[in-house]
Nanobody, 127 residues
Framework: EVQLVESGGGLVQAGGSLRLSCAAS????????IAWFRQGPGKEREGVSC????????YYTESVKGRFTISSDNAKDTVYLQLNSLKPDDTAVYYC????????????????????WGQGTQVTVSS
């Protein structure tokens, strides 16, 4: 079965850290851009970060620059999102998505019809 498998969410205090994982199952990331999105309570889904797997180019939304880091493990077909200095406003369900249109990293538009979506992982930051 072709799918994205996410893990790593949880409950953390403000200032803490988490590492999210997004693994490919049934396919490889070689020709894909992989983006992380989040959707907080009552909020629209927003793009957080993106990586072009083939060349390692990375993109971030302004609110997470300097705090979040996206990376990849080519051997494991896995993309990670390291969340540092977490704030209560970071509380959301975090999703990863993959698409062969690599330029989607420039916009991280959640309305794009991505090839694959993960099931989401909850991140809760307490104050």
């Amino acid at each position: 079965e072709v799918q994205l498998v996410e893990s790593g969410g949880g409950l953390v205090q403000a200032g803490g850290s988490l590492r999210l994982s997004c693994a490919a199952s049934g396919f490889t990331f070689d020709d894909y851009a992989i983006a992380w999105f989040r959707q907080g309570p009552g909020k629209e889904r927003e793009g957080v970060s993106c990586i072009v797997f083939s060349d390692g180019s990375t993109y971030y939304t302004e609110s997470v620059k300097g705090r979040f880091t996206i990376s990849s493990d080519n051997a494991k077909d896995t993309v990670y999102l390291q969340l540092n200095s977490l704030k209560p406003d970071d509380t959301a369900v975090y999703y990863c998505a993959a698409d062969r249109f690599k330029a989607i990293c420039n916009s991280m538009d959640h309305r794009w019809v991505y090839d694959y979506w993960g099931q989401g992982t909850q991140v809760t930051v307490s104050s």
